[in-house]
């Protein structure tokens, strides 16, 4: 079955993937155009320049696009021993939020360097693939004893508890921690722990639901608003349903092929947030079904070719790069696209590549760029 | 590990496979009901988008009111919800910024946040009290959530109480109510402007926005300075006969009209009792006057059949309808409303009328015995022991009532009728003002004057009029014989400031020659600088002036209540500018003296004189130039002549321009059968006793105080005291009374 996956056709010795390439092209395109269209609304209004977002999106990609051209031509060993490095330079950044940090809607996410904001939560993400692939490695057997899989959690920990401790930031958090578990799960062979971490977890969840709904009228109650909402949005839909409910209209309103690009209604005001976390419902109202279907299919187009990749990687380390950016790409992906559907209780993650964020579409591509440089490294077997 | 690689994938794939299938679900199960759901929530709502009114602005371009844009303070308590980090600094800036008591506004926040999206949290703000909570509101990263401002135009008149009838003011709706406002309500509103939004072919939503048309603005012939001098002096005048004789205000009434006489421009138009235009429901500014009941009739103590004056003690008890006729009262304008008998003032008309028509040449002389029997009724003069042998110019000088009468019956009563037609008597002047009454059921016509009422009619009782007709009407018996319609705005002016339209003065017709009004001018003047001349004390310092008193009985007869005023003009050779003064039942005990008239005149013209530019021609003495200094008016008289003869020439200025005492003292000898000058003077009223009925007697002119020109009280048939009135109701909709 292994060999189904081997690269044979070509008889270069150099292997180039040009469907990745495509793939990421598209999905970079598609995401300013229907970026464009979903905040030209709210650039007009807040900012009077309705390109305000497609503007500062359209800079950071062409930047990211730079990094992810840098960092493919950059032997990708050279990462393993910038790992600890990175590690420190990641937790640096989100300490750095502490007395630097400045909010917007709300939240204290970002700091500010030389004119640009960062948002250190994203870089984190990035840091914690390049380091978690290095120890694994490092780890070698030992990763399928319960005490390897803690040690590989438990690096990543840090970085998720100063994630969630100082931006309040639950989902990247979430993220760091789903990222760092999938690469564990990947390169262990054994699959009980897994399950039993799953069903642990899952558990854990329900039981969580459960004592909120309990305690509906209650000061927890109040606090686990966001799981009360999800349950029924309708009956907070002037709270904290109000933005939920508001994608489903957009969704249900798209039909089988939606409105027209550039048609959404709900984008005028009505649907918060609707050019970061709640884009793939605007996809949906001017796309509709189908069109939603398209973007599903290119992110499962894309993790098919990183697959593909790490398949032939030409080690372990280069194998896990790529998984760790499978495991980023496809929780945000599921995540966002379970949230917008209230599949989910309401949490804020952002659609890679489509949504707006610059240090998103930078970090993304950096990994992008990790992806070719391993590729790169393919030796491609005879014919 | 390629193993488990292939598990993640399919896992991934799974999840995503459900996720297509809850995506699927949603379009299938909710997609119509999300469909209308959406359509629902645009906004189709128009707005409506307030205009600006016009303002009222006085002949220089001062403000008389004007339209301020004021803010209205909303908290939406969903918006503020959804950002809990941002209540307590929303709070803090509201507290801080606009002083709202935090506490209330936390419970109604607390109990509403759900579902409120519109609670006001203040009103009428100006944008200084609200620009810096916008600049925090503004600032990066603030965490002022959910307050927005709703605009709105509010109406202020900076001069508070100054030319409040003349002005009018408006209801919440911006809507004139009573004066200019009323009257100009069309030109000074503009048009409201709407938001709304609408589908177009494509089932899009646009939103259009049509401005708001601003209201014009008028220009008036009011000078406010001119305005505010007639007000403090009527002010004056009740602040000095308040509560004198019987409870409540120094007059019944008060009314001053300044006018240009060749223009019919009114300058100045002011009546006491006087009210606030920012605060018109005050009712401390009800204090001092009559009050009505809810039917608008006098009410009257029981006991003691006293008329009833509002005080602060009863003011609070007034509520309905009676505190509206009361209101009302307030309101209207007595310069244009009020109609009354205009008593002497109206000799000046007999005469002019007379010698138009040709029955009279102007030079005839008739003998005043006291009183003349007409038509079986003995109908007196003031001075009932006889003026002797008089010229129709003396009869005007001492206003002698038998004098009238021979001139109107020379003149007879199809005459008199026309001529009171001709001068506008009973007709309205059409002054641009909301209220003006219709007197013509309250003149006679040639129909039904007999002629005791002819009689009656030739010195001013008996047919009523308004202070706005009499001035217009007299005004063109000293400007060659013009009548201009009256009226205030020259003006109309959009909201850029360019000119929309000039009102020019309208001459509407010639009632007399310019010979005739040439003779009147010089009788006229002979009233204030004649020997006997009534109208002494309405002579300024520096100035001569010419004019005619009034002193009017009113009804019922011999109640010993009178309605004085005074006609003056200025300069005597060409005159410029008419005034008008009404004191309507002055609050002392004996009210038939003209000087309470005269005197404000007096005080008006010392200032309003030399304000308008007019010089001084007369030489001042010292206590005339003491009381110019102490009122910081500039001296213009001619320069004082350095020889001693100069007393002897102001002689007759100092006597026209003296106090009642200085005329007391200077009493010549008399001369013809003036038998009164010789009657002893009582110490404690300064008048003369008659020694043979004890009456009271003026010791200049003879005129019996309190003393009745009817000889039974009869009353004549169409004067009744009833006039027709503009009144308001509740909802400030006129209806005749």
Redesign the interface.
């Known amino acids: 079955?292994?060999d189904r996956?081997t690269l044979k056709k070509l008889s270069t010795s150099r292997f180039f993937d040009s469907t990745l390439l495509i793939t990421i092209a598209l999905l970079v395109i598609f995401g300013l155009v229907v970026l464009y269209s979903v905040s030209s609304y709210d650039g007009s209004v807040s900012f009077n320049d309705s390109a305000y977002y497609f503007k500062k999106q359209a800079v950071n990609t062409v930047f990211g696009l730079g990094v992810m051209f840098a960092v493919s031509l950059v032997p990708y060993h050279f990462w393993e021993r910038t790992s600890g490095l990175a590690y420190i330079f990641a937790m640096a950044l989100l300490f750095l939020i502490i007395p630097f940090g400045?909010?917007?809607n709300?939240a204290k996410r970002w700091i500010r360097f030389m004119g640009t904001s960062i948002q250190p939560a994203e870089i984190a993400k990035l840091a914690i693939i390049i380091c978690l692939a290095h120890l694994v490695c490092r780890l070698g057997n030992a990763i399928t004893t319960w005490k390897g899989i803690f040690i590989a959690l438990g690096a990543s920990m840090p970085m998720v508890i100063a994630i969630y401790g100082i931006t309040r930031n639950l989902s990247s958090a979430i993220i760091v921690f789903g990222i760092a578990l999938?690469m564990c799960?990947?390169?262990?062979?054994d699959y009980k722990k897994f399950i039993l971490m799953g069903v642990f977890l899952i558990a854990v969840c329900a039981l969580a639901v459960y004592v909120v709904v309990q305690n509906k009228d209650s000061a927890l109650g109040y606090r686990g608003e966001r799981i009360l909402a999800w349950l029924d949005p309708n009956a907070y839909a002037?709270?904290k349903g109000?933005q939920t409910l508001q994608a489903?209209?957009?969704?249900?309103?798209?039909?089988?092929f939606g409105k027209g690009i550039g048609?959404s209604?709900?984008k005028?005001g009505?649907l918060p947030e609707a050019q970061n976390d709640m884009i793939f419902s605007i996809i949906?109202e001017e796309l509709?079904?189908f069109g939603?279907?398209c973007v599903?299919l290119l992110?499962?187009l894309l993790?098919?070719r990183c697959?593909i990749i790490?398949?032939n990687a030409p080690d372990?380390y280069g194998?896990l790069l790529i998984?760790g950016f499978?495991a980023h790409i496809?929780i945000q992906v599921?995540l966002n696209?379970?949230v917008v559907?209230n599949?989910i209780p309401n949490t804020g993650i952002s659609l890679p590549f489509i949504s707006y964020g610059g240090s998103s579409v930078v970090s993304l591509l950096f990994e992008v760029g990790l992806v070719f440089s391993v590729q790169r490294g393919i030796t491609v077997r005879d014919a | 590990?390629?193993?488990?690689?292939?598990v993640?994938?399919a896992i991934?794939?799974l999840?995503?496979v459900?996720?297509?299938y809850?995506?699927?679900s949603?379009?299938r199960d909710?997609?119509a009901?999300?469909?209308k759901?959406?359509?629902a929530?645009?906004k189709y709502d128009s707005v409506t988008i307030p205009f600006r009114r016009g303002s009222i602005l006085d002949t220089n371009g001062n403000i008389l009111a004007t339209s301020e844009k004021v803010y209205t303070v909303i908290l939406d308590s969903?918006a503020l919800?959804?950002?809990e980090?941002?209540i307590e600094p929303t709070f803090a800036a509201l507290r801080s910024e606009f002083g709202i008591d935090t506490a209330k506004v936390r419970d109604y926040f607390e109990q509403n946040k759900?579902?409120s999206r519109y609670y006001i949290l203040s009103k009428k703000l100006p944008y200084e009290k609200i620009q810096n909570f916008i600049a925090l509101q503004n600032e990066e990263?603030s965490?002022i959530k959910g307050i927005w401002f709703e605009e709105e135009y509010q109406r202020l008149y900076p001069g508070n109480s100054l030319a409040c009838d003349v002005i009018g003011f408006t209801t919440g709706d911006d809507v004139g109510s009573y004066g200019l406002e009323e009257y100009y309500n069309d030109v000074l509103s503009g048009t409201p402007g709407r938001e709304y939004g609408f589908m177009n072919e494509e089932g899009?939503?646009e939103r259009t926005t049509i401005s708001a048309e601003d209201g014009n603005s008028i220009v008036t012939t009011i000078d406010a300075n001119l305005q505010a001098m007639v007000e403090k002096y009527l002010k004056k005048f009740n602040d000095e006969y308040a509560n004198n004789f019987h409870s409540g205000n120094g007059a019944n009434n008060l009314g001053c009209i300044i006018m240009n006489v060749n223009t019919g421009e009114v300058l100045a138009m002011a009546s006491y009792p006087n009210f606030n235009l920012n605060d018109t429901r005050n009712k401390e500014s009800l204090i001092g006057m009559q009050l009505l009941d809810d039917k608008g009739d006098k009410v009257v103590d029981e006991e003691n059949g006293n008329r009833v004056y509002i005080t602060e003690d009863n003011v609070n008890t007034i509520e309905g309808d009676a505190l509206y006729q009361n209101y009302n009262a307030l309101w209207k304008n007595f310069c244009i409303s009020d109609a009354y008998e205009p008593g002497s003032v109206s000799k000046p008309l007999t005469v002019a009328s007379a010698i138009e028509c040709g029955a009279i040449k102007g030079n005839e002389s008739y003998n005043c015995q006291g009183m003349l029997e007409v038509g079986g009724h003995e109908i007196k003069c003031h001075n009932t022991y006889g003026d002797g042998i008089l010229t129709v110019a003396e009869g005007i000088e001492r206003s002698c009532n038998v004098c009238m009468m021979y001139v109107a019956q020379a003149e007879g009563i199809n005459n008199f009728t026309k001529f009171q037609h001709i001068f506008n008597m009973g007709l309205k002047t059409n002054i641009d003002l909301a209220g003006e009454a219709r007197t013509a059921s309250l003149v006679y016509t040639a129909e039904n004057m007999r002629s005791s009422e002819l009689a009656t009619c030739s010195f001013g009782q008996g047919y009523n009029c308004t202070m706005i007709q009499m001035i217009a009407a007299f005004s063109s018996l000293i400007n060659g014989g013009y009548y201009y319609e009256p009226h205030l705005v020259k003006k109309v002016i959009n909201s850029s400031g360019a000119t929309v339209e000039n009102i020019e003065p309208r001459l509407l017709k010639q009632t007399i020659s310019r010979d005739t009004s040439d003779m009147i001018i010089s009788m006229c003047n002979q009233v204030v600088t004649g020997e006997h001349g009534t109208g002494k004390t309405a002579r300024p310092a520096g100035y001569i002036i010419g004019g005619k008193t009034g002193t009017a009985e009113t009804l019922p007869r011999k109640n010993n209540e009178y309605v004085v005023s005074f006609m003056g003009y200025a300069p005597v050779d060409d005159p410029q500018i008419a005034i008008y003064v009404v004191v309507d039942r002055p609050n002392v005990r004996y009210q038939d003296d003209a000087k309470y008239a005269t005197r404000i005149v007096r005080n008006i013209l010392t200032e309003a004189l030399p304000y308008l530019g007019i010089f001084m021609t007369e030489e001042l003495s010292d206590k005339e130039r003491t009381e110019l200094e102490e009122l910081k008016i500039e001296i213009t008289t001619p320069a004082k002549s350095e020889d001693g003869s100069d007393t002897e020439g102001d002689a007759e200025g100092t006597d026209g321009a003296g106090d009642e005492n200085s005329v007391t003292e200077e009493q010549t000898p008399p001369a013809n059968s003036e038998i009164w000058k010789t009657f002893a003077i009582d110490p404690e009223t300064g008048y003369a006793v008659d020694p043979n009925t004890g009456a009271y007697i003026d010791p200049d002119t003879g005129a019996t105080i309190g003393g009745t020109f009817s000889d039974e009280g009869e009353e004549p048939t169409s004067g009744n005291e009833t006039v027709t009135e503009i009144t308001y109701d509740e909802n400030g909709s006129p209806s005749q009374q």
């Open positions: 079955m292994a996956f400045f909010e917007a709300g999938i799960f990947v390169v262990s062979p002037s709270g109000f489903l209209y957009a969704i249900g309103s798209g039909g089988i048609q209604m709900q005028l009505f949906c509709g079904f939603a279907i599903i992110f499962l993790l098919w697959l790490t398949y372990l194998a998984v499978m496809a599921i696209i379970a559907t599949t | 590990m390629k193993k488990k690689l292939v993640l994938f991934v794939l999840l995503f459900c996720l297509i809850r995506l699927y949603i379009t909710n997609g009901q999300y469909k759901q959406v359509l929530q645009q969903v919800n959804a950002d980090e941002a759900e579902s990263g965490l899009t939503l």
